[in-house]
Structures are given as structure tokens and as C-alpha cells.
């Protein structure tokens, strides 16, 4: 049993970083490294089975987080993946869509063993892919949104690991993109009114926890309700956008004067009296006046020249 004593850091540990990890940078490119390494070692070890290659990148990987402690370095993490995913895909297949279950739960068992919140994800993912490819989009949708509630409320309250918060988080920026991505586009006034219900139930979650990845998560839920109610919005997208860029002013200038005054929670710096106010109503002549109309953009622009049409000149 002392070989699996050390088999994960402690949360102080992994809060401090005292296990040999690298740079965010380093450790994708490390990632990558070994994952090509992985890859080639199951191509030259094909003829005895990646059963060898799933124990020999494991067991490797077991050997640095166990021995050297090697943690958030990206190496053990691509063994642990990669030799999975190389046994998984020297079974044989059937074009199915149930293999995405599969690399769903081998992604999920390694995000376990390594606190990889990207493995997590990624799993999760996987799943909502594979309702769409039995083309259930509404299925999808459900599920991508259902777990996004879920990471909701579960960021509301303190991990003990760094890594599962992120998980927590990750998934709650992720989900509701991935179940928009697999649904139909066949139902946008549903998932329309869906996005906004999320919106606004992500913004009371931030705010009444002061958490932050809540309210990003309630601006990802708006963009993708105002993409779908831009598809059905019978006007041009020029007006659309100035419309939604005057929507946005107002409501910073209604949230920067309903802040102003607050000492606690969520708070902003005074700023001068109907600045805000002055932009708002400012930007409407202001669009106006840029766009030249129809009749006036049509009409030649004289240049006084002595001959020659449109202002054109003999001088030179």
C-alpha cells in the first residue's frame, strides 16, 4: 500500500503547488509531445496489442506521480489519456455511436486519476456529441444545459482542490455552448427563450453568491439567445447591431447608476454626473448622421473643376 500513498497531492499541496508542475504553456507543449510519443509507440507495438501500450503508458505515468510527483505537468496527464485512447482505438469498430461513450467515460477516468478539469469536460462533451449523432437535439440541449445548472450552483460553494472547482467552472462556461452546438436548428424561438431563462438565472446566481463565472456564463447565455433571435429578426443586420449597441448603453448606464452608490458586494467608481447618460443619447444622431442616405450618396460630389463631368478638371 505505500506505493499508492502518494497517489494524489493533498488540496494544500495542490494549492501551493509543491508537486513538480510547469507553466501553462509547457504543459501543452508537453502534452503534445508525449502524446505523439504514445501514438508512436502504439503503431510500433501493434503487433502484440495495445493491451502493452495502455500498461506500459499507465504504469509510466503511475511511476513520475507517484515517485517524483509529478503534477500539472502535462506528461502524466497524456499517458494516462493517450494510452487509453490507444487501446480504445485498436478495438475493433462498428461505426456506432456508443464509441463516443466510450472515449467519453476512458476521458472522465483520466480527468479522475490526474484532477485534469479539461479530461472532465471534454467527457461531458462527448456525451452531449453523442445525443446529436442519434440525432436528438433536444436531448442534447437538455443535457448540455442541464449539467451547465448543475456547475452552477456547485460553484457557489468551496472545493477543497483547486482542480474540481475548475472543473466546476469549466464546465459551466463549456456546456451550454456544446448543447447549442448539438441541437436543431430547426427550434430557434425555443432555445431563444431557453438562453435568456439561463441568463438570467446564471446573473441571480453571481449575484447573490459574488461569484464571477457565473455572470461570464450569463453572457455566453445571452450571445447565443441574441444569435438565435438575430435569425429571426426580419432586418438588417447593420440595424440590428446599432439597435443592440444602444440596448447595451442603456443598460450599463441603468447598471452603472443603480452601482454607484454601493459600499459592499458589487461595487463601481462614481463617474461624472450623465456621462453615461450624455453617450446614450448622443449615439443615436451620431449613427444617424455617419450613414449617408439613399439621395445624397447617389449625387456626384463637385470638385470646380472648369470642364469635364463630376468636378473633373483640365488643370493640372
Known amino acids: 500500500m505505500r506505493f499508492f500513498s502518494n497517489a494524489w497531492p493533498t488540496p494544500e499541496e495542490e494549492r501551493a503547488g509543491a508537486w513538480k508542475r510547469f507553466s501553462l504553456l509547457l504543459q501543452c507543449v508537453f502534452f503534445f509531445l508525449t502524446t505523439l510519443a504514445v501514438a508512436a509507440f502504439a503503431l510500433l507495438f501493434e503487433f502484440k496489442g495495445n493491451w502493452f501500450v495502455l500498461l506500459v503508458s499507465v504504469g509510466v505515468s503511475e511511476l513520475l506521480i507517484q515517485k517524483k510527483h509529478f ?8 499517458l494516462w489519456l493517450g494510452g487509453l485512447y490507444a487501446f480504445i482505438f485498436s478495438l475493433p469498430s462498428s461505426g456506432k455511436p456508443e464509441a463516443l461513450l466510450v472515449l467519453a467515460a476512458a476521458a472522465a477516468l483520466a480527468g479522475w486519476r490526474v484532477r485534469y478539469a479539461l479530461f472532465g469536460t471534454l467527457a461531458m462533451v462527448l456525451v452531449t456529441a453523442y445525443f446529436a449523432w442519434r440525432h436528438l437535439p433536444h436531448e442534447a440541449l437538455a443535457f448540455g444545459c442541464g449539467i451547465a445548472v448543475v456547475a452552477a450552483f456547485a460553484c457557489t460553494r468551496a472545493w477543497k482542490r483547486p482542480s474540481t472547482e475548475l472543473l466546476w467552472q469549466m464546465l459551466l462556461i463549456v456546456m451550454p455552448v456544446a448543447g447549442y452546438a448539438a441541437s436543431d436548428t430547426s427550434f430557434y424561438a425555443t432555445e431563444t ?5 439561463f441568463a438570467i438565472v446564471f446573473a441571480m446566481i453571481g449575484i447573490r453568491y459574488r461569484v464571477r ?3 461570464v456564463a450569463s453572457g455566453i447565455a445571452i450571445a447565443i439567445a441574441a444569435l438565435d433571435a ?3 429578426i426580419p432586418l438588417a443586420t447593420e440595424t440590428q447591431l446599432m439597435i443592440a449597441g444602444i440596448a447595451l448603453l442603456i443598460v450599463a448606464a441603468a447598471i452603472a447608476r443603480a452601482l454607484r452608490r454601493r459600499t459592499h458586494g458589487f461595487v463601481l467608481d462614481a463617474a461624472p454626473p450623465g ?4 453617450i ?5 444622431p451620431a449613427v444617424v448622421a455617419a ?3 439613399p439621395a445624397t450618396s447617389a449625387q456626384p460630389l463637385g470638385g470646380g473643376g472648369e470642364f469635364g463631368g463630376a468636378g473633373a ?3 493640372f
Open 230 to 232: 438575430h435569425k429571426q
Open 313 to 315: 478638371s483640365g488643370n
Open 193 to 197: 427563450a431557453t438562453f435568456f431563462a
Open 213 to 215: 463565472v457565473p455572470l
Open 280 to 284: 446614450v443619447t448622443g449615439v443615436v
Open 71 to 78: 503534477w500539472r505537468t502535462g506528461i502524466e496527464a497524456a
Open 275 to 278: 456621462e453615461l447618460e450624455s
Open 291 to 293: 450613414s449617408p442616405s
